[in-house]
């Protein structure tokens, strides 16, 4: 059964400042990993979406990357912004039930 | 046009009630889903439906009951409330199953409070 890490579980960092959040699954072969955002009492807003045949998905301020072997991925965010406040969820659709399985977030805020 | 659609937004009942949430999705997905947020922020599936077959039913009391009368809607019916139930539900769907599943898109979410 896949699990999905979040680490940290929440990040505290001054306006400007480059951030990674990171995710990790224990079953490397997965199918796509997707992160989205979650602003408090708001639905998730898809951010970027990884095939497993892809190694990075980039937009804007954000660079996802993705090594399966090492069952990882990680989120850049460049420059941060207050706006980027929020909480970061990655889900993993692997092989079995083909459903995305979500980490439990990492909490955001980004301070002026 | 909001994409996937949830209502009602917020609802508040007492225990022992029936209650139902409702979703639509206009992006032609042909999968759709359920899943539930608890107070920590964690979220489980708990149904997930591929041309308006049950594809996934995960542990969830037999008093949840999904219903797909077509390919953008999928509504969730709750029977005798329990205080537990308390949560955010959230709808989402996507292009595709098994392997070849695309993006997923959520719903802004349903706020279930039992009393």
């Known amino acids: 059964k896949q699990e999905v890490t979040q680490i940290p579980a929440a990040l505290s960092v001054p306006e400007g400042e480059n951030l990674v959040l990171n995710c990790s699954f224990t079953d490397s072969a997965i199918y796509n990993l997707q992160w989205f955002r979650q602003d408090p009492g708001k639905g998730l807003t898809s951010l970027l979406l990884i095939q497993s045949s892809q190694r990075e998905q980039t937009s804007g301020r954000l660079n996802a990357s993705l090594d399966k072997s090492s069952g990882r991925s990680t989120l850049y965010i460049a420059a941060s912004q207050p706006g980027d406040s929020a909480t970061y969820l990655c889900a993993v659709k692997s092989g079995g039930s083909y459903i995305p399985t979500f980490g439990r977030g990492t909490s955001l805020i980004v301070h002026p | 046009d909001t994409a996937v659609s949830q209502t009602p937004k917020y609802l508040v009942t007492q225990m022992g009630n029936d209650k139902s949430i409702k979703c639509e999705q206009n992006l032609g997905h042909d999968t759709m889903y359920w899943y539930k947020q608890d107070s920590k922020k964690f979220l489980k599936i708990m149904f997930s439906?591929?041309?308006?077959?049950?594809?996934i039913n995960e542990t969830v009391p037999n008093r949840f009951s999904p219903k797909s009368p077509d390919k953008a809607h999928l509504n969730l019916h709750i029977n005798s409330l329990e205080l537990g139930d308390s949560a955010v539900y959230f709808c989402?769907?996507?292009?595709?199953?098994?392997?070849?599943?695309?993006?997923?898109?959520f719903g802004e979410g349903s706020r279930l409070t039992v009393l």
């Open positions: 989402a769907s996507s292009q595709g199953s098994g392997s070849r599943t695309g993006e997923l898109f």
């Open positions: 439906y591929n041309n308006k077959e049950l594809i």
